[in-house]
Each structure stands twice: as C-alpha cells, then as structure tokens.
C-alpha cells in the first residue's frame, strides 16, 4: 500500500484529518468479539440485549469504537508517524447498523526533544450525537529528518 | 465511610493495591485478526518491508491492542451470566452501586511491541470516590495500568475509569 508520509511543518492548527465513516454490522461486532476474548452478550445475542439489558438491539462495543477513532488517526500519520497518547471517553452506545463518523482537528502543535508533536481532537459520533470524544498526541518526521 | 457511602470499607481498603496482574505475549497472528476485524489495513501491522522502511525491526502491534495480549483464559463455567469474564476489574464490586459502566481511557504509549513480546502488565487501583451526577450518586473507579516487556522496558500506560450506579 503506498502512502503518504506527512509532517510535521505541514500540519496546522485548525486542520481537520480525513473523516473515518463507518457502518458496523453484526459480522464485524462477531469478529470484533472474537479478537477481543469478549464474551458480553449484549454484542451478540439480541433477545439478551433487549430484555435483559433493555437495549433496542446489539450494541458496538465501545473499544471498537475507539479502535475505529484510533485507525482515523493511524491513517492519516503514515509510517513515520506514532501514536503517542491516546484518551477517549465512552458517552454513549450505538448500534449495529448504524452509520458512525470518527473526526480529528488539529488543536496544537510544539517541538519537543526535536520531535514533532500535534495534539488533535477526537470524537466519535453517529449523526449529531457525540458517541466518544477524546483528545490524542501524535509524533510526526520532521521535513529533512531522514533518521 | 459514612453508612450512606455507596462505597462499602473493604472496597475502600483497596485503593492502592493491585487489582490484577497478567503477563502475555504479543502474537502477530492474534493483532492482525483484532486489525481486520477493525478494518485497519495498516501496513506496519501486516507488511515487515514496508515496516522495516519505516525504520522498524519488523511489523509492529497495533498499540490499541496490547491491552488484549495480556488477557487469560475464562472457562465458560467461571463467566458472569452476562458472558462477561469480570477478569480486568480486580473483581471490585459496589453492593449499592451494582451497574456498571466503562468510564474512559487515556493511554500513553512509549514504544512498539513486536511478535512475541513478554508482556507483563501491573494494574492498581488508583482511587475510588462517590460523585455527585446529574442523574444522582455514583462511584467513579480509576485503574493505572502499566505493560512493560521482556525488557523491563515501559511499553505502555494506562489510566482507566469505571462508573457504578445505584
């Protein structure tokens, strides 16, 4: 897969990163499950979710939604990027079906230790409805630094 | 504690303590499958050339899925009647605040794990306070959670939030 590298000296505050849209169906929670060793029903068995836990039907779990907010930025930083921090928070569920969008803005950016740190805002959301906002710090190449 | 706290003594006697420890190792195999169910097709996950241009030794772990890596084995007779293994809480359970939900999670990462890693993660119970919520009282529990690998190296940490209501 080619891809862009980004830097540093490109980014700016107020830059929005390319919008993550996506609409989990119920194969994705499966494997979502399965990968995480997550056995809750509430992501799976319907007739649980709705008369047990009183949901309108399976929910996406809430650490594929900050996987999913994660992958908009790991997109976008290239392969000399880095995840660096990483804070999100679970304010509200969704369910399979629907469709979710996962947007970042530049909030800031500084030099520290000669690398590159921007610091983004982060949310999941399913229409105007704030599912997880967050905030994280990426390290981007600096222009003309080939190490 | 007073008798109206929702957060019984013994519950209150493990802020401080571990909650829970786990050791794993990193699978390359296992973060791929987590990394396509996430349909993340990022190379440095899945390409080892592309990986080593980007100045790696070799395709890297994801770093939202090294939390998984230190999970253990649940028997199907041991889950909640959920399907929930209750393994990551430390067991805390809140008598007067019996539902739960996650809170957030802030994690800071300091470098990459590699297949076949050791991990070794360490959580402790950092606090437990009662709130005052717009929808009424509740407990809010913080975890630090720290991965650290074969080499004693600091991989990962995290600061995680669980709310119990009553």
């Known amino acids: 897969m080619a891809r862009e590298?980004?830097?540093?000296?490109?980014?700016?505050?107020?830059?929005?990163?390319?919008?993550?849209?996506?609409?989990?169906?119920?194969?994705?929670?499966?494997?979502?499950?399965?990968?995480?060793?997550?056995?809750?029903?509430?992501?799976?068995?319907?007739?649980?979710?709705r008369t047990v836990e009183g949901y309108d039907n399976v929910i996406v779990q809430g650490p594929l939604q900050?996987?999913?907010?994660?992958?908009?930025?790991?997109?976008?930083?290239?392969?000399?990027?880095?995840?660096?921090?990483?804070?999100?928070?679970?304010?509200?569920?969704?369910?399979?079906?629907?469709?979710l969008s996962f947007t970042c803005v530049v909030t800031g950016k500084r030099l520290a230790d000669n690398t590159g740190l921007v610091d983004l805002d982060i949310a999941g959301r399913r229409d105007d409805t704030l599912l997880m906002p967050g905030a994280a710090t990426v390290a981007l190449p600096l222009r003309g630094d080939r190490s | 504690?007073?008798?109206?706290?929702?957060?019984?003594?013994?519950?209150?006697?493990?802020?401080g303590t571990v909650a829970a420890t786990a050791t794993g190792e990193v699978d390359r195999r296992d973060w791929q499958r987590?990394?396509?169910?996430?349909?993340?097709?990022?190379p440095l996950w899945f390409?080892?050339?592309?990986?080593?241009?980007?100045?790696?030794?070799?395709?890297?772990?994801?770093?939202?899925?090294l939390q998984y890596a230190v999970l253990g084995v649940t028997a199907l007779d041991g889950l909640r009647p959920d399907g929930s293994s209750g393994a990551a809480s430390g067991g805390l359970a809140f008598p007067r605040a019996p539902r739960r939900m996650a809170g957030g999670e802030s994690t800071a990462f300091f470098g990459p794990a590699y297949h076949r890693d050791e991990i070794e993660m360490v959580r402790t119970i950092?606090?437990?306070?009662?709130?005052?919520?717009?929808?009424?009282?509740?407990?809010?529990?913080?975890?630090?959670?720290?991965?650290?690998?074969?080499?004693?190296?600091?991989?990962?940490?995290?600061?995680?939030?669980?709310?119990?209501?009553?």
């Not at chain 2, 007073?2 to 493990?14: K, M, V």
């Not at chain 2, 390409?47 to 899925?65: M, N, S, T």
């Open chain 1, 66 to 99: 900050a996987a999913l907010l994660a992958r908009a930025i790991t997109d976008w930083i290239g392969g000399r990027g880095r995840l660096v921090e990483y804070a999100v928070q679970n304010r509200a569920i969704a369910f399979a079906g629907e469709e």
């Open chain 2, 1 to 15: 504690m007073s008798e109206q706290s929702l957060i019984d003594a013994e519950s209150a006697s493990r802020v």
């Open chain 1, 5 to 49: 590298q980004v830097f540093y000296e490109d980014v700016h505050p107020g830059d929005a990163l390319p919008t993550l849209t996506v609409t989990v169906d119920e194969r994705q929670l499966f494997f979502f499950s399965a990968a995480t060793y997550n056995g809750h029903r509430i992501h799976y068995d319907k007739d649980w979710a």
């Open chain 2, 34 to 42: 987590w990394a396509a169910a996430v349909g993340d097709h990022n």
């Open chain 2, 126 to 166: 950092e606090s437990i306070v009662e709130k005052q919520g717009r929808s009424g009282r509740f407990v809010l529990v913080t975890w630090r959670t720290v991965y650290r690998n074969q080499r004693r190296e600091l991989v990962a940490e995290a600061t995680t939030s669980m709310i119990a209501r009553p």
């Open chain 2, 47 to 65: 390409d080892p050339e592309y990986a080593r241009a980007q100045g790696y030794r070799d395709v890297i772990c994801p770093p939202l899925y």
